[in-house]
């Protein structure tokens, strides 16, 4: 499996090295992955304001070439997962991905004609595939909620410096679409050098499966009881991980499918391609605005399911706009790429979740995930393609408008549900738990710092060990050597100076002070 080391959910933790070294990183990581979206909007994608929209051979569009070549890398990565999966499987995608992607551009703009356009889509699908699937097992296995902000912060970045690079001018994007792929690889090393310092452990191993009933995972070793308690989680209580994964599957192909339509439409039936290039860049910075409010007020940021909720009203509303509004098909499609992105970092995150909870491969996963994401889009575009080829862009747009939302609605009533997003809910708090477990402190720690913190006696905290571990008073008078009346004059002490009331209330009061001492 393709993991992050074993030490490394203690990166996230406030003080001491693995703190430092996630503080180092951050930054890193955010810009390294940050480059390839700009890469990718400049090279990988048509139209874009370098490589424009270019024909292959058969007059194929490069967008579907693309994908096509994608689609076929990603089966291959997922035949040869288990080979990849390794420090040596790393370093080959991180050299062909970087080399693929630097070319990608090159060889569209410097021989032209319809035999380079589809070198390069072929260059650009490599590279494109090599990159991503590195990058997301790189994030997969940060702590809870890590995933999901690195995603967004990264997609708004690579979105910034793409637009930037786009105001400068055609020489500027030209030199950027080899730079970009150059500095993304160079961050990802930085990244996995600077962990490996701070940690000791490789950032890509192979993950055993101990003998005692736990398994080592990117974040530790996770006692048998908590995976399968995170197993019960992402089954819902009876439907098996693998028809959740399944139906994460079909609900991404499904709005990707959704997505490349409402592209299409913006792209066949809008006044240029200026629009078309920006919608989705726009809309991951709008994402990231919305994220850090988000992150910013919500009690508990780092289980963003209510987020959910916003997906298919966005999209729903975005294609609406397009069959109802006068406004330019590139506002609804700004709509419909708010929500797809959305919904796609909200399962890739989740994506993350289960993996740990499941003992999978992160690199099959994410590969997978990535191929449904895939696929939807080809079929997408090649509605699109077909519309606007065989009724033209203006009297299609209708019939693509229904196709999409009905895609949406499927999606939305059939495939994904309330229900899997509680599920989601579940895996990532017995994910929360297991790191807690692993990174914060023990209970005997804990209980120390809370008699200090509430100013116990040294007999005062040895009576509330055995409230809090269910005793009696007779029983602690007893093991004291103490008379009754003494432990219950402490009890009174102790529900003073903690400012409770009952024992169930002095428990609560501990987990409080333990969960603290575990966020921190």
């Known amino acids: ?109 410097g021989l032209g004609g319809a035999e380079a356009a589809s070198a390069s889509a072929v260059a650009a699908a490599i590279g494109e595939v090599c990159m991503f699937l590195l990058w997301l097992c790189f994030f997969g296995y940060m702590k809870v909620g890590e995933t999901f902000v690195l995603l967004v912060g990264s997609y708004a970045i690579g979105s910034v410096l793409f637009l930037l690079t786009a105001a400068l001018g055609f020489n500027a994007m030209a030199a950027a679409s080899v730079l970009f792929p150059a500095l993304s690889g160079t961050a990802f090393v930085l990244s996995q050098r600077l962990m490996k310092a701070r940690t ?16 080592e995972t990117g974040g530790g070793v996770l006692p048998a009881a908590a995976v399968a308690a995170s197993r019960h989680g992402a089954a819902g209580g009876a439907e098996s991980p693998v028809r959740q994964k399944v139906r994460i599957g079909v609900a991404l192909a499904l709005y990707s499918f959704s997505f490349s339509l409402s ?64 406004l330019p098909d590139e506002v609804g499609g700004f709509c419909v790429a708010l929500g797809y992105v959305l919904f796609e970092l909200l399962v890739l995150n989740d994506c993350c979740n289960i993996v740990k909870a499941n003992d999978a491969s992160l690199l099959r996963v994410m590969a997978a995930a990535r ?4 696929l939807g889009m080809f079929l997408g575009w090649l509605a699109a393609f077909a519309a606007a080829s065989l009724a033209g862009a203006a009297e299609s747009v209708s019939s693509l408008v229904a196709l999409g939302l009905f895609a949406a609605l499927v999606s939305v009533s059939l495939v994904f549900t309330e229900r899997d997003m509680t599920s989601f809910a579940a895996v990532a708090d017995d994910r929360a738990l297991s790191e807690g477990a692993l990174e914060g402190p023990t209970r005997e720690e804990a209980f120390a710092a809370f008699a200090e913190q509430q100013g116990l006696s040294r007999r005062e905290a040895e009576v509330a060990s055995y409230l809090l571990a269910g005793r009696t008073t007779s029983f602690a008078a007893e093991k004291l050597f103490i008379a009754e009346s003494t432990v219950r004059a402490h009890v009174h002490s102790i529900y003073r100076k903690c400012g409770v009331h009952s024992r169930m209330e002095l428990m609560d009061a501990f987990d409080e002070c333990w969960m603290e001492g575990v966020d921190t």
């Open 1 to 109: 499996m393709v993991g992050a080391g074993k030490d490394a959910s203690n990166e996230g933790r406030v003080g001491g090295p693995a703190g430092q070294a996630a503080e180092s990183l951050f930054p890193v990581r955010f810009l390294g992955f940050g480059f390839y979206w700009a890469w990718l909007f400049l090279a990988g994608v048509t139209p874009s304001p370098l490589i424009g929209a270019p024909l292959c051979f058969a007059n194929a569009p490069f967008e579907m070439v693309e994908l096509s070549v994608r689609a076929l890398v990603l089966v291959v990565v997922l035949i040869a997962s288990r080979q990849l999966a390794s420090v040596a499987g790393q370093r080959g995608l991180l050299v062909l991905g970087v080399a693929a992607s630097a070319a990608a551009a090159p060889l569209a703009l």
């Open 200 to 215: 000791g452990e490789e950032l890509f191993v192979e993950e055993p499966v101990s003998g005692d009933g736990a398994r």
């Open 263 to 326: 592209c299409g439409i913006a792209l066949f039936s809008g006044e240029g391609v200026i629009g078309a290039f920006t919608v989705e860049p726009a809309a991951m910075i709008v994402l990231g605005v919305i994220c850090a409010a988000f992150f910013k007020f919500d009690r508990q940021p780092d289980r963003p399911y209510k987020l959910y909720r916003a997906v298919a009203p966005l999209i729903g509303a975005g294609f609406l706009l397009m069959a109802v509004s006068p």
């Open 371 to 374: 191929l449904a994401i895939t």
